[in-house]
């Protein structure tokens, strides 16, 4: 069982089946695709249920074929894990039935079964969802391949998994109008309970709406059901329902007192819309492998041309029409959870939903007003705690005047909204990367492309190494140096084992590790650190690439010392550190590919993500504040402290591939919310570059790796001297003629030094002897 197990519920249109195929597509063991419970809301229930069979369908084709063509499969989840695909509501509980067949054409993916018959699955599959179909007059094998049929109403299957489940293992991700979740939780609020989390994709709060003013499809469709589940996130449910008058559904109230709230996670088109798969892009990137034959590039093709298409008819602005990734966002989110790029609101928020307005129904509602909260300064008080946490131990009256509860810290919804994410231009690639089959097609027109644009242009510098069976990317080919530099020490591919979290480099280990290393080989003290590539270029891109290096800075830096210690006041229990002390000066890019072309300068080059050069920018700067204030600046050079790597030694095997020449992925960014060291001053701790997480095999990282360098370097978890954390020999490496890097026994070492020592005893007492015996022959 995967520790990531999601529901996926769902009105498959032209967004939700790109949501679909991103689930599907990650590795075993990043994800569980437990059901896919299918609603109304695009379209209506049978073709939104067509579309689901028909993505299976597709997807079983698609795997014969790369294996036919001998082509990486991919699709680790959907081969490991056959989820149930369950039929659920067929209109909304209260509100008049809405479609946006306008948008996603009437079948809901715009007329694909009927353009590509040969793709589309045969009617026999319907009797498999009908109770009465008890037993079945054809082979329901080509169907149910890949996926389980139920014949029970979707929530009741969601209920079941959840009673079968441990408690806050199982998430809920709802695309679609909340119908299904909201009969789910009326039926068993407790068992609903049991979820891990609901991640909702619906509302908008601080932009306007898709589908009126106010209000986005998804919570418009159904905004009682929507209401519902909101209200189970607060400590007293019945202050956010609908009114008793407009729920005409008969589903009961929830009871007063329940065993905990519901953790949801809003993505309201303030977050998804700006991330977009631009027409351009999408047609260059799924090209090849339409021409090629491959079924579900033909299939997505189809349906995603005729959207952009209708965008274009909609938008009508003349400019490259775009489609916003609102439900791929969320599976983005369940896979990727653990970057701390995705960020929350500060405080959960109290958003309510509006179900009876005239021009408002579906409107995500917020106090904007700044007044206090009755309760607030007693629930810090008293309780120690956040209004935003557990306040059921209070009863307070409502201020006056303020029957809704919205000044009443027991009262209200609590949502975590999400307000950023790792990165809005590089979900598309992301997504693409995950589904599209492995070629080098891509890189070879890449390369052309950039050469071609300005023949007398100077190669990129990097290009991009990624694994040949699972897509991970590994690292970077240096054109200037005719070299490759892997992700040794953390990448992690197809059988290997994942590291434990404790054993994987910080960000200021890397970089640490690897001006040690170029002290080390080169004997230079000064490295320029450029940033790496951010993306492949595109034929669409329209900035050239001294564009974005005007976008981005380099370090100068001169390592002064690298054997220093120093103690922090605020942790005197850590005792003393070891670190570098070094000079540094932030400087352009353009200026630092001139010191390296200089013949001139003794400068070694360091390449790492531009995110992490500027977090050791402020780090840097933060670090000057443990040294006097005098000593903080040398002629026109910047002082700073970097501590030195850890002393553990990482022995998981790693495998990696040699086939370079795969299709390129955006280079590891890395936070920014790191620097070298982890002093303090005053009541201001300092930030601490964040440990990269490891690539799990399909390539995804958890929280992205971090290069060392062009020029091989010691591993960023070996310490100089080889020594582990309790003073024992730990391995370690040297670098053949051929550049690779091979583990040392240490015993070797020893060994070598002593006879060394015996040989250099044995001379000198030759040299004596010899002396002696020509002394007495003198004479």
Same mark, same amino acid.
């Given at each position: 069982?995967?520790?990531?197990?999601?529901?996926?519920?769902?009105?498959?249109?032209?967004?939700?089946?790109?949501?679909?195929?991103?689930?599907?597509?990650?590795?075993?063991?990043? $994800?569980?695709?437990?059901?896919?419970?299918?609603?109304?809301?695009?379209?209506?229930?049978?073709? #939104?249920?067509?579309?689901?069979?028909?993505?299976?369908?597709?997807?079983?084709?698609?795997?014969?074929?790369?294996?036919?063509?001998?082509?990486?499969?991919?699709? @680790?989840?959907?081969?490991?894990?056959?989820?149930?695909?369950? %039929?659920?509501?067929?209109?909304?509980?209260?509100?008049?039935?809405?479609?946006?067949?306008?948008?996603?054409?009437?079948?809901?993916?715009?007329?694909?079964?009927?353009?590509?018959?040969? $793709?589309?699955?045969?009617?026999?599959?319907?009797?498999?969802?009908?109770?009465?179909?008890?037993? $079945?007059?054809?082979?329901?094998?080509?169907?149910?391949?890949?996926?389980?049929?139920?014949?029970?109403?979707?929530?009741?299957?969601?209920?079941?998994?959840?009673?079968?489940?441990?408690?806050?293992?199982?998430?809920?991700?709802?695309?679609?109008?909340?119908?299904?979740?909201?009969?789910?939780?009326?039926?068993?609020?407790?068992?609903?309970?049991?979820?891990?989390?609901?991640?909702?994709?619906?509302?908008?709060?601080?932009?306007?709406?898709?589908?009126?003013? %106010?209000?986005?499809?998804?919570?418009?469709?159904?905004?009682?059901?929507?209401?519902?589940?909101?209200?189970?996130?607060?400590?007293?449910?019945?202050?956010?329902?609908?009114?008793?008058?407009?729920?005409?559904?008969?589903?009961?109230?929830?009871?007063?007192?329940?065993?905990?709230?519901?953790?949801?996670?809003?993505?309201?088109?303030?977050?998804?819309?700006?991330?977009?798969?631009?027409?351009?892009?999408?047609?260059?990137?799924?090209?090849?492998?339409?021409?090629?034959?491959?079924?579900?590039?033909?299939?997505?093709?189809?349906?995603?041309?005729?959207?952009?298409?209708?965008?274009?008819?909609?938008?009508?602005? &003349?400019?490259?029409? &775009?489609?916003?990734?609102?439900?791929?966002?969320?599976?983005?989110?369940?896979?990727?959870?653990?970057?701390?790029?995705?960020?929350?609101?500060?405080?959960?928020?109290?958003?309510?939903?509006?179900?009876?307005?005239?021009?408002?129904?579906?409107?995500?509602?917020?106090?904007?007003?700044?007044?206090?909260?009755?309760?607030?300064?007693?629930?810090?008080?008293?309780?120690?705690?956040?209004?935003?946490?557990?306040?059921?131990?209070?009863?307070?009256?409502?201020?006056?005047?303020? +029957? +809704?509860?919205?000044?009443?810290?027991?009262?209200?919804?609590?949502?975590?909204?999400?307000?950023?994410?790792?990165?809005?231009?590089?979900?598309?690639?992301?997504?693409?990367?995950?589904?599209?089959?492995?070629?080098?097609?891509?890189?070879?027109?890449?390369?052309?492309?950039?050469?071609?644009?300005?023949?007398?242009?100077?190669?990129?510098?990097?290009?991009?190494?990624? #694994?040949?069976? #699972?897509?991970?990317?590994?690292?970077?080919?240096?054109?200037?140096?005719?070299?490759?530099?892997?992700?040794?020490?953390?990448?992690?591919?197809?059988?290997?084992?994942?590291?434990?979290?404790?054993?994987?480099?910080?960000?200021?280990?890397?970089?640490?590790?690897?001006?040690?290393?170029?002290?080390?080989?080169? @004997?230079?003290?000064?490295?320029?650190?450029?940033?790496?590539?951010?993306?492949?270029?595109?034929?669409?891109?329209?900035?050239? /690439?001294?564009?974005?290096?005007?976008?981005?800075?380099?370090?100068?830096?001169?390592?002064?010392?690298?054997?220093?210690?120093?103690?922090?006041?605020?942790?005197?229990?850590?005792?003393?550190?070891?670190?570098?002390? $070094?000079?540094?000066?932030?400087?352009?890019?353009?200026?630092?590919?001139?010191?390296?072309?200089?013949?001139?300068? +003794?400068?070694?080059?360091?390449?790492?993500?531009?995110?992490?050069?500027?977090?050791?920018?402020? &780090?840097?700067?933060?670090?000057?504040?443990?040294?006097?204030?005098?000593?903080?600046?040398?002629?026109?050079?910047?002082?700073?402290?970097? /501590?030195?790597?850890?002393?553990?030694?990482?022995?998981?095997?790693?495998?990696?591939?040699?086939?370079?020449?795969?299709?390129?992925?955006?280079?590891?960014?890395?936070?920014?919310?790191?620097?070298?060291?982890?002093?303090?001053?005053?009541?201001?701790?300092?930030?601490?570059?964040?440990?990269?997480?490891?690539?799990?095999?399909?390539?995804?990282?958890?929280?992205?790796?971090?290069?060392? &360098?062009?020029?091989?370097?010691?591993?960023?978890?070996?310490?100089?001297? @080889?020594?582990?954390?309790? @003073?024992?020999?730990?391995?370690?490496?040297?670098?053949?003629?051929?550049?690779?890097?091979?583990?040392? +026994?240490?015993?070797?070492?020893?060994?070598?030094?002593?006879?060394?020592?015996?040989?250099?005893?044995?001379?000198?007492?030759?040299?004596?002897?010899?002396?002696?015996?020509?002394?007495?022959?003198?004479?």
């Amino acid at each position: 069982m995967a520790p990531n197990r999601i529901i996926i519920d769902t009105d498959p249109g032209v967004d939700d089946v790109l949501a679909m195929l991103l689930a599907l597509s990650v590795n075993p063991d990043e $994800l569980e695709v437990a059901m896919i419970s299918v609603t109304y809301g695009n379209v209506e229930l049978q073709s #939104c249920l067509k579309n689901a069979v028909a993505l299976f369908h597709v997807l079983e084709k698609e795997l014969a074929w790369r294996k036919e063509n001998g082509k990486a499969e991919n699709f @680790g989840t959907l081969k490991t894990h056959k989820p149930i695909i369950a %039929v659920g509501a067929e209109h909304p509980l209260e509100d008049d039935q809405l479609m946006a067949d306008y948008f996603h054409g009437v079948d809901g993916l715009h007329g694909v079964h009927t353009e590509h018959p040969h $793709l589309d699955a045969e009617d026999t599959w319907k009797s498999l969802f009908h109770k009465d179909s008890a037993a $079945l007059d054809h082979d329901p094998s080509p169907y149910s391949q890949y996926f389980t049929a139920s014949k029970e109403p979707a929530h009741k299957e969601i209920l079941r998994l959840l009673r079968e489940s441990p408690k806050d293992t199982l998430t809920l991700i709802a695309v679609g109008p909340m119908t299904n979740f909201a009969l789910a939780a009326a039926e068993d609020p407790e068992t609903f309970l049991k979820a891990k989390e609901v991640l909702v994709m619906g509302g908008a709060v601080n932009v306007e709406g898709n589908i009126t003013p %106010v209000a986005e499809f998804n919570t418009y469709a159904d905004t009682v059901a929507t209401a519902r589940v909101f209200a189970l996130t607060s400590p007293s449910p019945k202050s956010t329902m609908p009114p008793l008058s407009q729920m005409r559904s008969s589903l009961p109230a929830y009871p007063e007192k329940l065993s905990r709230k519901l953790k949801l996670t809003l993505f309201p088109l303030d977050i998804t819309t700006p991330h977009l798969l631009n027409k351009n892009y999408f047609t260059a990137r799924v090209k090849p492998f339409v021409d090629a034959g491959s079924p579900l590039a033909v299939w997505v093709n189809h349906f995603l041309s005729g959207t952009f298409n209708k965008i274009d008819s909609l938008v009508g602005d &003349g400019n490259e029409p &775009g489609l916003s990734l609102h439900d791929p966002l969320t599976i983005w989110y369940a896979i990727t959870q653990s970057d701390a790029r995705w960020k929350g609101t500060p405080q959960l928020e109290d958003i309510r939903i509006e179900t009876s307005g005239q021009w408002t129904r579906g409107m995500h509602v917020v106090d904007r007003r700044t007044r206090a909260k009755v309760g607030e300064a007693a629930v810090e008080l008293e309780l120690g705690a956040s209004t935003t946490d557990d306040v059921d131990v209070l009863t307070l009256a409502d201020a006056a005047g303020d +029957d +809704d509860g919205w000044l009443n810290v027991t009262k209200g919804n609590r949502i975590n909204r999400i307000i950023a994410s790792p990165g809005e231009d590089a979900f598309a690639e992301y997504l693409m990367k995950r589904f599209s089959t492995p070629d080098a097609t891509w890189t070879r027109r890449t390369a052309a492309a950039a050469l071609d644009a300005d023949p007398a242009a100077q190669p990129p510098r990097l290009l991009h190494v990624t #694994c040949a069976s #699972c897509a991970v990317h590994m690292g970077f080919y240096n054109t200037s140096i005719a070299s490759v530099v892997l992700f040794k020490w953390q990448t992690t591919c197809a059988a290997a084992s994942t590291p434990a979290e404790t054993a994987q480099p910080t960000g200021a280990d890397c970089l640490a590790a690897t001006l040690l290393a170029t002290l080390s080989r080169s @004997g230079s003290s000064k490295s320029v650190i450029v940033p790496t590539i951010q993306a492949p270029p595109t034929p669409n891109d329209d900035d050239s /690439d001294s564009t974005q290096q005007q976008q981005q800075q380099a370090l100068h830096v001169w390592v002064l010392n690298s054997n220093i210690t120093y103690a922090s006041s605020l942790r005197p229990a850590a005792g003393p550190r070891s670190a570098l002390k $070094l000079l540094y000066k932030p400087i352009a890019v353009a200026q630092a590919d001139a010191m390296l072309a200089s013949f001139a300068l +003794d400068v070694q080059e360091v390449t790492f993500p531009a995110a992490v050069i500027a977090a050791a920018a402020r &780090g840097f700067e933060a670090s000057a504040l443990l040294l006097p204030a005098g000593e903080r600046l040398f002629h026109g050079w910047r002082v700073a402290l970097l /501590d030195k790597p850890p002393a553990t030694h990482d022995k998981t095997p790693t495998r990696v591939s040699k086939d370079i020449t795969r299709p390129p992925t955006s280079p590891p960014p890395s936070s920014p919310d790191s620097v070298a060291t982890s002093a303090a001053t005053g009541d201001r701790t300092m930030p601490s570059l964040e440990a990269p997480r490891p690539v799990h095999a399909a390539g995804t990282p958890a929280h992205t790796p971090t290069q060392t &360098g062009p020029r091989r370097g010691l591993p960023s978890h070996v310490t100089p001297d @080889g020594l582990e954390a309790n @003073g024992a020999p730990s391995k370690t490496w040297e670098v053949c003629a051929h550049g690779q890097q091979h583990e040392v +026994d240490p015993r070797r070492k020893r060994l070598g030094i002593v006879y060394t020592v015996l040989a250099g005893l044995f001379i000198l007492a030759f040299t004596i002897v010899a002396a002696v015996l020509a002394g007495l022959c003198s004479k």
